[in-house]
């Protein structure tokens, strides 16, 4: 029997390694044709005999198996050199298939020779080495990418005066910085942080919300006023805490109909203190999924009867036709000098003609429209006369917005005119206004200036969020009022927020316009912000591919040689492109925070290629991606397509369907790092450090939870917040944790494990009892794929 075993190993392992031999041979003529590298068919050739003879019990089948493995190895040492993650895939299957091949029962039956069955077994020592010696040097570049380029500035700016530990803005105050001049909490003593309080709001996703593609996302931020946090759901439930213990005070539920919408998601509410309304002094402005403005008694959480109609005001009015699920607020109102300012998301890349993204004000007080502005209009803050709607398909603002009380000015970031990925229908105004930010006054809705990051944005490269604002040096021992705006293509552009104009070189680069689609007329130049630090990710090449095996990445290697792709501004193309970055952006909805002491920005990156396939409109429609619609006058309702990623594009020719760049087993097609943080000077224009931040811990193939954490950065969905102490605190990362880093150094301080993904951006405190609190939301991210939750973790000094 033993024999007979021992038989069988030898032959199930000879089939196993011809089987990887003509994986090999197969994808690697494939990469080959396609105009890739041959060696993985030569790799694959000897891999192949060896199974051969293994399988036909020869000793020798092992030793050729060692050579392969060797040269295998130093082809990817040629390719990679020591980056022990992008080894791991090459080399990785290959060595554990070596150890087994080692084993001592699948030696003994292919030789009586007991020196030559010690030299087999012997032999397994080389493949346990190689495998040590990836993880050694996966660890060792992750280190090499934690890089110190300069020192840490030292503080440029007078001592900003106390706090009173709250926080009222999603930035804390109205310019954004997410900047905190709490100190209780330092490096030396952020180690000791423990949970002081947790609070389950119960709101977690329904029947039918966990399908492909539609996202539940708890990206809130809490405002705190008083000893009270204010939070908001992704079913937009309203619930006031105690900052002390973390009890709820009361709830509010607006029983708004969420079962259209696609996108689940509120990232906070907007807080106002008004001493002539009697009625309802301090409020909390928020809005519903059905796109409605509430105003609720801070007190009582109960809807301000004195604000519009019982406490509502209505987001379609003057809209045109609305679908359920069309037209929406994710991000917090602006309350600033008496009015609520806000924009909203609307369901984009769906058609020409969606509802418009018109910018409005409404009076604090009674909730009466102030002021709108409508780029399709002239003068674009015109009142509407009886009958007229805004202007339909204009670029909408859906990011938090950010405000400069001094000046009056109110900083819109601007998406797209949609549909998002074809762009020959679009209107002068529209190629103005697209993927811009726009200062407008607070009082009148006036535009002061605007200033556009990407001209004829067809790749989705909307502004996600409002400028930091920041006072920096001007050299001359003045001070020059600033603002960075953060974009998706990783590019930071630093300009003078009373006139818009640009504080760095900002350059008009050329990018590639063909091939392109019938009709398009795409620029032939992009602003290069080239004064600042660039952030996007390097072009993309073939040893870049990623796998969890040497098989998926071989697959992605032929994926890349067979897509088009020129660089982030690839055009889109009939058929399948690579758009890196994506929509999702290098930085998205979050921003980056500054420190107005030592003029350091910090951001957090991700690094995530997507594809970007274009078909025909009637080829969506024969393969059931969408069906027919005879566009908003028909009277048709609209037919919503098959997944979230589809977008129909209707009144074009063409439909696009944008996905994540993922192998067969839903592992990256890139290498890591896949998320970082940057420390940069604002003064010198240079970073200061990087460094990669996460692990794979709760990221894996197929979309499970368990993984050995490496420390190759992850992807990241969520901001940071900066302490006068010198702390970074920032969830965001896909291993499900929130961490401290050390804000002259980058180095990791302190981590909590999180409950679920910490896809949100954190703040912090101090509450009635006198102690320093770090709050972040953990309910995780639909899209980002990490654990979905419905809590709120706080932490606090013991």
């Not at 003509?22 to 790799?43: D, E, R």
């Not at 009148?444 to 006072?471: K, N, S």
């Amino acid at each position: 029997m033993p024999q007979i075993t021992s038989r069988l190993w030898a032959v199930l392992t000879g089939l196993l390694v011809a089987l990887v031999g003509l994986g090999y041979v197969v994808l690697g003529g494939w990469l080959a044709f396609v105009g890739g590298t041959f060696v993985f068919i030569l790799l694959g050739v000897g891999f192949l005999i060896s199974g051969v003879l293994l399988f036909r019990q020869r000793l020798s089948g092992v030793w050729l198996y060692l050579l392969m493995f060797l040269a295998c190895a130093g082809w990817a040492l040629y390719e990679v050199g020591l980056d022990g993650w992008q080894l791991m895939p090459r080399l990785l299957v290959v060595a554990v298939l070596g150890v087994w091949i080692s084993m001592p029962w699948v030696i003994r039956q292919l030789t009586l020779v007991p020196s030559a069955r010690r030299k087999g077994v012997t032999a397994g020592g080389i493949y346990v080495v190689a495998i040590a010696a990836m993880l050694f040097f996966g660890w060792h570049i992750s280190g090499t990418r934690f890089v110190h380029h300069q020192p840490f500035p030292p503080a440029q700016a007078a001592q900003m005066p106390q706090s009173d530990g709250d926080w009222k803005y999603y930035g804390r105050t109205a310019d954004g910085q997410r900047f905190s001049p709490l100190m209780q909490i330092t490096p030396q003593n952020v180690s000791q942080l423990k949970l002081a309080w947790r609070f389950d709001s119960g709101d977690v996703k329904r029947d039918g919300e966990d399908k492909a593609g539609r996202e539940f996302n708890l990206e809130v931020t809490p405002v705190k006023v008083g000893d009270v946090l204010y939070i908001c759901t992704p079913h937009r439930q309203v619930i006031a805490l105690n900052a002390t213990s973390g009890k709820a005070l009361w709830t509010f539920d607006p029983q708004n109909d969420t079962s259209a919408n696609e996108y689940l998601a509120c990232r906070g509410v907007a807080w106002s203190d008004d001493a002539t309304d009697k009625d309802c002094q301090q409020k909390v402005i928020t809005t519903t999924a059905d796109a409605r403005l509430v105003a609720l008694n801070a007190e009582t959480g109960k809807p301000c009867a004195s604000f519009g109609k019982q406490g509502f005001v209505s987001l379609t009015d003057h809209m045109g036709e609305v679908p359920p699920g069309f037209h929406f607020i994710t991000s917090q109102p602006m309350v600033m000098d008496g009015r609520i300012i806000l924009g909203g998301w609307i369901y984009d890349n769906q058609s020409t003609g969606e509802p418009s993204g018109v910018v409005r004000a409404y009076d604090i007080k009674s909730g009466n429209l102030a002021w709108a502005w409508d780029m399709g209009r002239n003068p674009a803050n015109a009142p509407l006369k009886p009958g007229e709607e805004y202007t339909r398909g204009t670029p909408n603002g859906w990011g938090t917005y950010t405000a400069d009380p001094v000046l009056g000015l109110v900083y819109i970031p601007l998406g797209n005119a949609t549909p998002d990925y074809y762009g020959a229908q679009r209107r002068p105004f529209d190629e103005t206004y697209s993927s811009a930010v726009v200062a407008l006054d607070v009082r009148t809705g006036a535009e002061r200036w605007h200033y556009q990051t990407v001209h004829h944005d067809v790749w989705d490269y909307d502004v996600p969020i409002g400028p930091t604002l920041v006072d920096l040096p001007d050299g001359n021992g003045g001070i020059t009022p600033a603002l960075v705006q953060t974009t998706k293509m990783g590019q930071l552009f630093l300009l003078d927020r009373r006139s818009g104009k640009p504080l760095a070189a900002v350059n008009e680069k050329s990018v590639a316009v063909t091939p392109s689609l019938p009709g398009e007329r795409l620029s032939p130049v992009q602003p290069d912000s080239a004064g600042m630090p660039d952030l996007s990710p390097a072009d993309l090449r073939e040893t870049d591919m990623w796998g969890a095996t040497a098989f998926d990445q071989l697959l992605c290697r032929i994926q890349f040689h067979q897509y088009r792709y020129q660089g982030k501004f690839t055009p889109p193309a009939e058929g399948t492109s690579i758009a890196y970055p994506a929509f999702d952006g290098v930085i998205d909805w979050y921003g980056a925070s500054v420190d107005p002491l030592h003029h350091v920005l910090i951001a957090n990156t991700s690094y995530i290629p997507f594809t970007m396939q274009i078909m025909k409109s009637e080829e969506a429609i024969q393969k059931g991606l969408m069906k027919t619609w005879a566009g908003w006058q028909s009277g048709q309702p609209y037919p919503k397509p098959k997944e979230f990623a589809v977008g129909p594009q209707y009144g074009t020719p063409w439909a696009a369907i944008v996905k994540p760049w993922l192998s067969v087993l839903d592992a990256p097609c890139n290498a890591p790092p896949w998320g970082k943080i940057y420390a940069i000077d604002l003064v010198s224009k240079k970073i200061i450090w990087e460094r990669p931040a996460g692990t794979t811990r709760d990221m894996n193939i197929f979309g499970t939870h368990t993984n050995v954490p490496l420390p190759t950065g992850i992807f990241m969905m969520g901001g940071n917040v900066i302490t006068q102490s010198g702390l970074i605190f920032t969830g965001a990362t896909a291993d499900d944790y929130l961490r401290a880093f050390d804000e002259a150094s980058g180095q990791e301080l302190w981590r909590a494990r999180l409950p679920a993904g910490g896809q949100a951006t954190p703040m912090t405190y101090q509450a009635g009892d006198g102690k320093q609190y770090v709050v972040i939301a953990a309910g995780g991210h639909g899209g980002l794929g990490t654990r979905s939750g419905d809590s709120l973790m706080a932490y606090a000094l013991p």
